[in-house]
C-alpha cells in the first residue's frame, strides 16, 4: 500500500522502575503518519501503593514533558497493565483501542490492573476484535502471551514493517527464541525493527539478546 508520505516511530520514557536491582525504563511510541498522530500506550502519571511496593518507579508523564498532547489523535493500548494505561486519562474522548479480550480481563480480574486507571472519566475505548487497520499501513495484531489480549502495532514504514510490542516480549532474549504465540507471530513477520516497552533500543534481526 502506498502512503502519502513517510511513517515515522519515535519512543518516548516515561517512566524508569526497579526491577531485580537494575532500572527498567517504560516506553511509549508515538506514530507520525500523514493522515493522523497515533499513540501507543500511555505509561504512568502517578504513583500508586501496588506499583511503589512491585516496582518503586520514578515517572517522567507525557504531561510533564515537552509534548504535544493534543496532537494526538488516536491511542492504542498493547495491553492494559498498570505501567501502559496509567495516562489514559490524558486523553479522554480520543478512541483507545484495545482488544475486545484484553478490556474484558482488565475489568473482570482481580489484581489484573489499577481499574480506576483504566476506567478513568471520559474515557473512549475501542473495542477490537483481532486484526484492524487504524491508518493505511497501521495495523493492530492480536499477540497472545503476555497476556491472552495483548496487541501488537504493525507499521508499514518501508520494504520491511516494523513492530511496536508493548510487553509482547520484554527483553531482547524472547525474540531472539520465541516461546509464546504472540513472539512466533512477530517474528513470522520478518520484520526490520521490534521496540519494546522496556528497552530503549529496539530489537532487529541478529541483534543479540546482549545488546538488551
Same mark, same amino acid.
Given at each position: 500500500?502506498?502512503?502519502?508520505? $513517510? ?20 516506553? !511509549? ?9 497515533? *499513540? ?7 504513583? %500508586? @501503593?501496588?506499583? !511503589? ?9 507525557? @504531561? ?15 495491553? *492494559? ?41 471520559? *474515557? ?17 495484531? $492480536? ?6 489480549? @495483548?496487541?501488537? !502495532? ?6 520491511? $514493517? ?37 528497552? %530503549? ?5 541478529? @541483534? ?5
Amino acid at each position: 500500500m502506498t502512503n502519502a508520505g $513517510p511513517i515515522s516511530i519515535t519512543p518516548i520514557v516515561v517512566a524508569d522502575l526497579h526491577v531485580e536491582g537494575e532500572m527498567m525504563p517504560v516506553c !511509549v511510541h508515538v506514530i507520525d503518519h500523514p493522515d493522523g498522530r497515533i *499513540l501507543v500506550d500511555t505509561g504512568m502519571t502517578k504513583m %500508586h @501503593s501496588a506499583v !511503589v511496593a512491585a516496582f518503586d518507579p520514578r515517572l517522567y508523564p507525557l @504531561s510533564e514533558q515537552d509534548f504535544d498532547i493534543a496532537a494526538i489523535d488516536i491511542v492504542v493500548n498493547t495491553h *492494559l497493565h498498570a505501567d501502559h494505561c496509567g495516562g489514559n486519562h490524558l486523553f479522554a474522548g480520543r478512541p483507545i483501542h484495545v482488544q475486545r479480550r484484553e478490556l474484558d480481563d482488565a475489568r473482570g480480574q482481580e489484581d489484573y490492573t489499577i481499574p480506576e486507571w483504566v476506567d478513568a472519566p471520559g *474515557l473512549n475505548y475501542v473495542a477490537v476484535d483481532g486484526e484492524l487497520e487504524l491508518l493505511p499501513g497501521v495495523r493492530l495484531v $492480536p499477540a497472545p502471551g503476555h497476556t491472552p489480549g @495483548s496487541q501488537v !502495532v504493525v507499521v508499514d514504514t518501508g520494504a520491511r $514493517p516494523e513492530v511496536i510490542c508493548g510487553d509482547t516480549a520484554v527483553w531482547f532474549g524472547e525474540l531472539d527464541d520465541p516461546q509464546t504465540e504472540g513472539q512466533r507471530l512477530i517474528r513470522a513477520l520478518d520484520p526490520e525493527k521490534v521496540w519494546l516497552a522496556h528497552v %530503549h533500543q529496539p530489537w532487529r534481526p541478529d @541483534s543479540g539478546s546482549a545488546l538488551a
